[in-house]
């Protein structure tokens, strides 16, 4: 029962922080470790468990994508599925005991690209000139860090596109919720073909992360933005600290 309340309240708590600003992972994952799930599940199964909510916010943008030739989006979808693909296949690779040590610094790193998102976005703007636009590679590599281990994704391609020389945010941020749906689609696919998907725990996640998603919508209105990174930033580096400490 203890565990069912930690991945529910962990689900929805989720759910509310994706939809108001992200690092929803920064809660699922470490519940499922704690729960007894063993790391490469639980990173997989934290993965199927915040998946709903991308698709319908990409739906959301629909207007905004819209912007964007077909092909063009198709190309970049096709990249991206091949990067997240390339990602989830070298985390079935990936033993339970290498990805402990992994874990910690992953977390600390999305962490960071969480608090300093904003920064690294205008780092970004400010040296796009000269840099090609809509790159195969940059999109590549960040979709198999996606595939890999999700958290800091969507941060990432924000900056991502910055470097393109987009301006646009919300289009930025529709493509990032498209893609970022893309890329869960064909880890979803792959890791529960490998079978290493604790679907009980997935199933109860994904339905209180879709109720956190409703609840976070309407708490967008009301919770001031630095408070919420104030609140992602200490999870997200209290959870790196316990992750750190187990390796010890």
Known sequence: MLEILLLSVAAFGAGVLNTIAGGGTFLTFPALVLSGVPPISANATSTVAVFPGYLGGAAGYHEELRQMTRASLIR???????????????????????????????????????LFGPRLRRWAAERSAGIAPEGAVGLFLVSLYGGYFNGGLGIVL????????????HLMNGLKTWLSFALSAISVATFAVAGIVAWKAALLMMAFSVLGGYAGARAAKAIPQNVVRAIVAIVGFGMSAVFFGRLF
């Open 158 to 169: 924000l900056a991502l596109f910055a470097l393109w020389g987009w301006q646009n945010i």
């Open 76 to 114: 970049l979808t096709a990249v991206t599925l091949l990067g997240g693909l390339a990602g989830s296949l070298l985390l079935l690779v990936t033993s339970n005991e290498a990805f402990n040590v992994i874990v910690p610094f992953l977390l600390l790193f999305a962490t960071l690209m969480f």
